[in-house]
């Protein structure tokens, strides 16, 4: 142990939001699939957004935060409930969240 270690307690790094582009079907419902992820263990809220809604499907943003998410224990869950990922969108990880900033060439 070093004089940078000392005395710090281990802070987590792994992944703390996933942002989701996600085809569902209309059943499971938004709430009920929102509390049922909000269930899982290490996450601490989702939210998510309606984009597109057809005959049959919902296109969905699914935004995920939590301490060390593991995504392909998210994806297994989704598919449970017949949701299917198109692209992931967003990700960060390490030991703080970090929000994407805009620059003028945007």
């Not at 942002?19 to 992820?37: E, F, M």
């Not at 998210?74 to 198109?86: F, P, R, V």
Request: aromatic share 2%; with cysteine; net charge negative.
């Amino acid at each position: 142990m070093n004089k940078h270690t000392s005395g710090l307690k281990p802070m987590s790094i792994g992944i703390k939001r996933l942002v989701l582009d996600v085809l569902k079907p209309h059943n499971p419902s938004l709430p009920y699939l929102a509390n049922q992820i909000a269930k899982i263990q290490g996450i601490n809220g989702v939210n998510i957004s309606l984009i597109e809604m057809d005959k049959e499907t919902q296109s969905i943003k699914m935004t995920i935060e939590g301490e060390n998410l593991i995504f392909d224990d998210l994806k297994e869950k989704l598919e449970e409930w017949n949701c299917a990922i198109h692209s992931v969108d967003q990700v960060v990880a390490g030991k703080s969240i970090i929000e994407e900033v805009r620059t003028h060439q945007e």
